[in-house]
């Protein structure tokens, strides 16, 4: 699982490394594309998030054939934040496609600052659907541990689920990192 998430950091890393370089390329662009996010949900999915992350930890914590139940619904707890999720990103996304910010489908931005909206719209897009993707993977994860830890859990049950938690937490540590780059640039002016 190390060496998979370490995979998956060269991966966010270079979309984070190509942010920067965006970025400090069309300053203000950015910072306006930013204002443009909504705040309230990007905020909302941060605490659900790491609700869901304590979730997973603690479902780790407590695992033992005595505490299948709780951990069960620990798991099916955090399987429905993680949902809940990517549910708030899907209204995000309609909401942006209804102000015309997806790059090439029907974007329109006017002023001198277009390229840079545009291009941190891009941004935007690419890193919040490839964390979605992620996220769907590690409900898939949670829901198939669940079930399998609803019956007589093992000690190989309790490495799996480990293992799992490692991939949920980074997801989660990987959003955290999305929205100080994404909502919080721009809005202090």
């Not at 291009?119 to 979605?132: E, K, M, S």
Request: aromatic share 16%; charged share 10%; with cysteine.
């Amino acid at each position: 699982m190390w060496v998979f998430i370490a995979t998956e950091v060269l991966l966010f890393g270079g979309l984070i490394l190509a942010y920067f370089v965006y970025r400090h390329a069309f300053p203000q662009g950015f910072a306006e594309g930013s204002r443009h996010t909504e705040i309230v949900i990007g905020t909302a999915n941060t605490a659900v998030l790491l609700t869901s992350s304590f979730l997973v930890a603690w479902a780790v914590e407590i695992f033992s054939p005595a505490t299948t139940r709780i951990v069960t619904w620990l798991l099916v707890g955090a399987a429905c934040l993680g949902l809940v999720f990517i549910a708030l990103k899907g209204i995000e996304y309609s909401r942006e496609y209804d102000e015309h910010l997806v790059p090439g489908i029907d974007f329109q931005f006017a002023g001198p600052l277009a390229n840079g909206v545009q291009l941190f719209f891009i941004f935007y897009f690419i890193a919040t659907a490839i964390h979605a993707l992620h996220m769907l993977i590690g409900i898939c994860l949670l829901v198939t541990l669940a079930t399998i830890c609803r019956r007589a859990p093992t000690t190989r049950h309790h490495t799996a689920l480990h293992s799992a938690a490692l991939y949920w937490h980074f997801v989660d540590v990987v959003w955290i990192f999305l929205f100080a780059l994404i909502y919080l640039p721009g809005r202090s002016s």
